[in-house]
């Protein structure tokens, strides 16, 4: 994995004519008060763009976009479903930096829930998905129903993976336990999941960590939306 982790992708320049050419070929998927964040292009592909916010940042010598690749390279050397890396970028006239990539097919666990398909079946499995992303090393601060993709191969795997970490190691309670919290952060996902669906995914969670007795003692409370 280590070899995938700290390959050192080729970056390639672009200017600002370029980029506003790529604009006028694609839809807006997101943007804010500094401009456009990220963009579909005609064929499918995602353009997602990173800025940095201050003169003094880490991001002036390992870019945003960099550590973007380098967790889907690390996600997909353990096996878990997530965006295909097309292009590293950089501008030509500015810290700005851009990935080009290709999204993870299949619909996200939000959609599902929404759509009524988000039964105690597929939290078992999420509940299990969560479990080895932890056993792996995988912390996720932004691991919620909204970046989680059933793939139309039936397996579970992420997107929008910017805000990521892989440790190399299993995660400790603490870290497990900080991570329950983000992925329970957005309330509005878990107000439709019923009760016996989330004690499916926490059962199923605790069955595959491996976790002693103090661990699930300490984590289980961690959980607020069992019944």
């Known amino acids: 994995m280590s070899k995938l982790l700290f390959n050192w992708r080729r970056s390639e320049a672009l200017s600002a004519d370029k980029f506003k050419q790529m604009c006028e070929q694609a839809r807006v998927l997101e943007q804010d008060e500094r401009g ?7 064929d499918g592909n995602i353009f997602k763009l990173f800025r940095v916010r201050r003169l003094l940042s880490l991001a002036h010598i390992y870019s945003y976009a960099r550590h973007f690749c380098r967790n889907a390279d690390g996600l997909a050397a353990l096996g878990i479903p997530t965006v295909s890396i097309i292009k590293l970028m950089h501008f030509v006239d500015g810290s700005d930096t851009a990935v080009l990539y290709q999204p993870l097919s299949g619909k996200t666990l939000r959609q599902l829930s929404q759509a009524g398909e988000l039964g105690e079946g597929l939290m078992r499995d999420f509940g299990e998905f969560v479990a080895r992303l932890h056993a ?15 793939t139309p191969e039936g397996t579970l795997g992420l997107i929008d993976i910017a805000d990521l970490k892989l440790y190399g190691r299993g995660l400790s309670t603490w870290h497990r336990g900080r991570n329950f919290r983000h992925l329970q952060r957005l309330k509005d996902d878990w107000k439709i999941v019923l009760p016996q669906h989330v004690k499916a ?27």
């Open 36 to 42: 456009i964040k990220v963009l579909q292009l005609a």
């Open 201 to 227: 995914f926490a059962e199923a969670y605790f069955e595959m960590s491996g976790l002693t007795p103090d661990a699930v003692a300490a984590l289980r409370p961690k959980l607020k939306y069992l019944p």
């Open 136 to 150: 792996m090393g995988v912390y996720f601060r932004s691991l919620h129903f909204g970046n989680v993709v059933l």
